[in-house]
Structure formats: C-alpha cells, structure tokens
C-alpha cells in the first residue's frame, strides 16, 4: 500500500550545528599533545557561533563570572611584573581563554540542560574510552609509536604529562559506574567493559594523586546517588553493584600486578612518601615558604617566579594563585571555590532530570579541587569545564526549583533516582 505522505527530510538546524561542535570538542579533548589543540579550536568555534546566534546569562551566574574576571584580572595585574619575561604573556593568554571555557560551559548547560548534560556526557565517555585504550595500547607497545603514549614508563595517551591524563577520565569514569548502578545485565556488561580500558588509563598512568581522586570521587558520587534512591530496594542494588564493581576493579588491577614491569612500578609509586615531597626543598616545604614569600606580596611576585626561588614548581593551585595573580587573584579563586562547593551542596540533590550527571561532575571537581592543594590544576581543560559544568547546572537547577514553585500543586515531573 502506497502512502501519500511526502518522504521525511533530514533537517539540520542551528542548535544542530551548535551542539555538534560542543559534541565534537569534548570527544576529541582526549588529544592534547599540540597547542593549540582541537579542543581548543572547536571551543573557539563554539564562543564565536554561540556570540553570534545568542547566549543568555541567568543572574544565578553573575557571582561566578564576577569572580572569573577578578581572579584572571589578578593575573593581569601581576602580569606587568613580569612582562618582559619570556612566555609569562602567553601563559596569561592560556589562562584568560581558559577562564573564558569554564563560562561558556557554564552559559551552555545553563539552557537545555538536560539534553546538554546527556551531550557533554557521552563525548567525554567517546573521549575517555580512546584515552583509556591509547594507554593500553601504548604501555603494552601494540603500535609502533607506543614510546609516544608514555612517559618515563607511564602512560600519558594523548596528553603531554601522565599527572593531566588521568584526572581527564575520573569523570567519565563515574558516569560510566553510575549507570552500572541502574543498568540490567546486557548494558551493565558493556559498561564494565568500557570502565575497564577507563579504569586501566588511570592505574597506567601511576598518578598516585588519580588514583585517589578516583577512589574517593566514585565514594562521594556513590553517596549522592545513594542519597537520592528512590526506595530501599534501589540503595540495595547500589550497593550490592558498586561491590561487585570494585571487585571487578580489583581483580584488572592484580591481573596488571602479575605482570613485572608493571608491578615493580607500581610498588616505586605507591609510596605515601617520594623524595620530592618531604625533607628540606621537598614539594611540602616549598608550600610554606611560598605562604610566606605570598603574605609580603600582595601584587605577587609574578607567573614562574617561584620556581626561579626555590627551583621547584609550585605545585599548589591556591598558592599559585596568591603568587602569580596576587591577592585579588588568590583571594578570588579561594572565594569562587567555595562558593561552588556551597552552591554545589544545595542545588547537588534536587530532583531533576540532569541530577545524575551533575552528581558525576560535581563529585569528580570537588575531589580534584582537594587534590589542587598539592598540584597546580589552574591550566587544567577539564578543570575549568567541570567548574564551568558545576555552575551550569547550579544555574539550571536555581531555574527549576522557581518554575516548581510557580507551578500549580500536583503538576509534577518524574525525574530519575
């Protein structure tokens, strides 16, 4: 039987187009050995299209970009110290666009939330499971350009330094463990398969740091969604799954130990202590003369400086943040940080249909802004977008409750457990 009706016609839109390159960007964040990187470009593109075809800004965001331009206009300022310096300009350059992502994460999932969260998740899984792969493959020298995968017998994928390529996968990481929490058994299969090649990048690369941000991002995440269960069947089956998901995580992981090279560096890492830690010059005694040299500069002593001092980096993003963007820079970055954590808390566990994203990614920034006291995560990509994603979803979430408030009692919505 012959229908009438004309053949259905692909249309693509503009918010096509304009999702699309926020899609495409996320999923190719796991290559990041050449500046500027894809990423970088397509994020670019996606601040240039989204100016031009229209960006609202809730007034829940107004403190978080307030902070923003104070806390990069610190590093203006300080800036002229050191000006003449080389790659201080560039590195300003770097952060200031860096700044810029986190906002438009934030101005991105403030609209269409639940559609942009979906979006953002699954690119950072496609991004996540090709790091995770590119690890494996190149620790265990499958390819010819596997030396290229590593570093000092670590594996860095895509990314320039080991201790940057595994924080990028904690959070797709917990995306993929909270979606065991409520899958049956043929999904759930293919997502511990995918969690395993995520879950291997991060034990390959012997981040000491990762590794704990893993372990305790998915306790806190677990907490959340534990919290929201919607009966004490749902707790029960979370639990019983997030055993039976750390035993599996168990088992790759002393399946990996069997193998020599890989136990041997396992047991140098896992020490609490390296030499670069403690002891006269160690990473924790710079801290304190960097807290000293930072209370006599309230304009800072200017990006790099530090380590021209002591000869060490660093290696504390709040103290970078008093020393190389001064008090206002330094003060505001301890401001925005706990004002997210405080936004964060409230907003975390209202019942919306992005609820289980917000949690996977409020769960893995806060877990790394801990880990920021002893590494400089300030030029981190993914840092900005998870703090970016964090105030999106505060923004969206502040927008829901009032639309509830105003809506008549008994019109309500499901949304997930």
């Not at 500027?36 to 601040?47: F, K, Q, T």
């Not at 995968?149 to 994928?157: C, H, I, P, V």
């Not at 940080?337 to 936004?343: G, N």
Request: charged share 15%.
């Amino acid at each position: 039987m012959r229908s009438d009706s004309p053949p259905r016609r692909f249309r693509l839109t503009t918010e096509d187009v304009r999702e699309g390159i926020v899609w495409l960007a996320v999923a190719t964040s796991f290559f990041v050995m050449f500046e500027p990187a894809a990423y970088d470009l397509l994020i670019v593109g996606s601040l240039v299209l989204f100016a031009f075809t229209g960006l609202k800004l809730p007034r829940t965001l107004l403190p978080f970009l307030l902070l923003v331009i104070l806390y990069q206009l610190g590093a203006v300022v300080t800036l002229n110290k050191v000006f003449d310096r080389p790659d201080t300009l560039k590195w300003t350059i770097v952060g200031i666009f860096l700044a810029a992502t986190g906002v438009f994460f934030a101005l991105f999932l403030a609209e269409r939330t639940e559609e942009r969260a979906r979006l953002i998740a699954n690119a950072w899984l496609v991004a996540g499971v090709i790091s995770g792969g590119l690890a494996i493959i190149g620790y265990f020298h499958l390819v010819p350009f596997s030396d290229k995968l590593l570093l000092f017998s670590r594996a860095k994928g895509a990314f320039k330094d080991p201790n940057v390529y595994a924080p990028h996968l904690i959070f797709p990481a917990l995306v993929l463990i909270q979606r065991l929490y409520s899958s049956d058994l043929k999904r759930s299969l293919i997502w511990l398969a995918l969690l395993g090649a995520v879950m291997a990048g991060v034990f390959l690369s012997f981040s000491r740091g990762s590794w704990g941000h893993l372990i305790a991002s998915a306790a806190v995440m677990t907490t959340f969604t534990i919290l929201v269960a919607p009966s004490p069947g749902s707790r029960a089956r979370i639990l019983v799954t997030c055993i039976a998901a750390a035993g599996a995580g168990a088992l790759l992981i002393i399946g990996l130990l069997q193998i020599p090279a890989v136990g041997d560096l396992f047991a140098e890492r896992a020490s609490l202590e390296q030499n670069y830690d403690v002891g006269h010059g160690g990473r924790f005694s710079n801290h304190v003369i960097g807290w000293r040299i930072a209370l006599d500069q309230p304009l800072g002593i200017g990006i790099f400086q530090f380590g021209k001092v002591v000869g060490a980096d660093v290696h504390n993003t709040y103290l970078n943040g008093f020393l190389s963007y001064g008090w206002l820079g330094g003060i505001s970055l301890i401001v925005m940080t706990a004002l997210t954590l405080v936004f964060g808390f409230r907003y975390v566990l209202v019942a919306t249909p992005w609820r289980p994203v917000f949690i996977c990614c409020f769960s893995t920034w806060m877990v790394l802004m801990v880990e920021a006291a002893v590494i400089d995560v300030d030029h981190w990509r993914h840092q900005w977008a998870l703090l970016g994603m964090t105030w999106g979803f505060v923004a969206a979430n502040a927008a829901w409750e009032r639309r509830r408030a105003a809506e008549p009692t008994g019109s309500t919505r499901a949304v997930p457990g």
